[in-house]
C-alpha cells in the first residue's frame, strides 16, 4: 500500500523535490517473490464456456489496435481503421476495437476513417519510442497529434532521468505533456524493461499517476521484456491505491508480448483480482497489441461454432 492516504497527502508529495522524492522512495518495497507466485497462480484459473464468451469478447473490446512502422502509410491506416470498426465482418455481433494508435503525421488519416465511429484515435509521441529530445520537441509532437484530432496521447517517459533519480524532472515533463494535450486522455509509457526493478516500476506507476496521467502503460512494444504478468500486477495495485486515496479512477494498459487468447484472458482474471471489477472496461484498461486480435477472433469463432475455425477465415493485418 501507499504510504499516502488523502489528497492532501498526495498534494504534498509534490509540492518540491524534496517531497517526491521522500514520498516516492518511502513506498513499500515490491516483494518479488509474492508477485511473482500470485501471478503464477492467478495465470492457472481456468474460465467455463459462457465466462470465456464475455472474455474474449471484453478483451476484443480492449484492443489498441497498433500500426507504428516507419512503413505505414494512408492506405495502412485506413485498413487497420477498417478492422478496428468490424474486426470480424462475417460476425456482425463482433464487438470493436476500442482504440487506433498510430504516429502523430497519420493520425488525421485515422480520425478521418473513424469518424462517427466512437472508436478512439491514440497517437504516440515525446520522442517515441526513445523519448530522446528535448521538451520543446516533444511537446510539439503531442500538439501535432492533438491537432490531428487524436483523443488519447501515448507518452514516454524520460527512463534515464528517472534512473538518475531526476524524479521532478519527470514529474514536470509528465504535467506539460498532460496540459498540452487538452481534452485528450494522456497514456504514460513507463517502459518497464528498461526499469530493472519491480520497485522501480511502482516508483514510475506513482509518479505517472501523480502527474496526472489517466493510464500506466508499460511499454512501446519496442524493448524486451516488454509487459509481463507481474509488472501489470504491480500497475494495478498501484491504480488501486491510488483510487483509495483519491476515489479517482485511473487505467493500466499492458502493452507488446501479448498475443494469444490465453495470454488476455490471465491478465483480465488479474485485473479483476488485483484492481477489481470496475476496472474489467475499456475506460480502465487496454491490451496495446494487434496480433492479439487475430487469437481472440479465432477462438471467438471457436467458442460459436464448436470447432476451430483456423487463420484463413480471419483477416490478418
Known sequence: MATASSPAELADATRDETSLRRFLQGLPGVDQVGVEARAASLGTRSIKKTAKLWAIDTAISMVDLTTLEG???????RSLAAKARRPDPDRPGTP????????PDMAATAVEALAGTGIGVASVATAFPSGRSSREVKLADVRLAVEAGATEVDMVIDRGAFLEGRYGY??????????????????????????????NVRRASWLGLLAGGDFI?????????????????????AVRDWYD?????????????????????????????????????????????????????????????????????????
Open 71 to 77: 512503413a505505414d502509410t494512408r492506405g495502412k491506416v
Open 96 to 103: 470493436a476495437v476500442a482504440a487506433v494508435c498510430v504516429y
Open 170 to 199: 519527470v514529474f514536470d515533463e509528465i504535467r506539460a505533456v498532460k496540459q498540452a494535450c487538452g481534452d485528450a486522455h494522456l497514456k504514460v509509457i513507463l517502459e518497464t524493461g528498461e526499469l530493472a526493478t519491480y520497485d
Open 217 to 237: 502503460k508499460t511499454s512501446t512494444g519496442k524493448v524486451s521484456p516488454a509487459a509481463t504478468l507481474p509488472v501489470t500486477h504491480v500497475m494495478l495495485q
Open 245 to 317: 486515496a483519491t476515489g479517482q479512477l485511473r487505467g493500466v494498459k499492458p502493452a507488446g508480448g501479448i498475443r494469444s487468447t490465453k495470454d488476455a484472458l490471465r491478465y483480465l482474471v488479474a485485473v479483476h483480482e488485483v484492481a477489481g471489477e470496475e476496472w474489467l472496461t475499456p475506460e480502465l484498461f487496454r491490451f496495446g497489441a494487434s496480433s492479439l486480435l487475430n487469437d481472440l477472433l479465432l477462438q471467438r469463432r471457436t467458442q460459436h461454432d464448436g470447432h476451430y475455425s483456423g487463420p484463413d477465415y480471419v483477416a490478418v493485418d
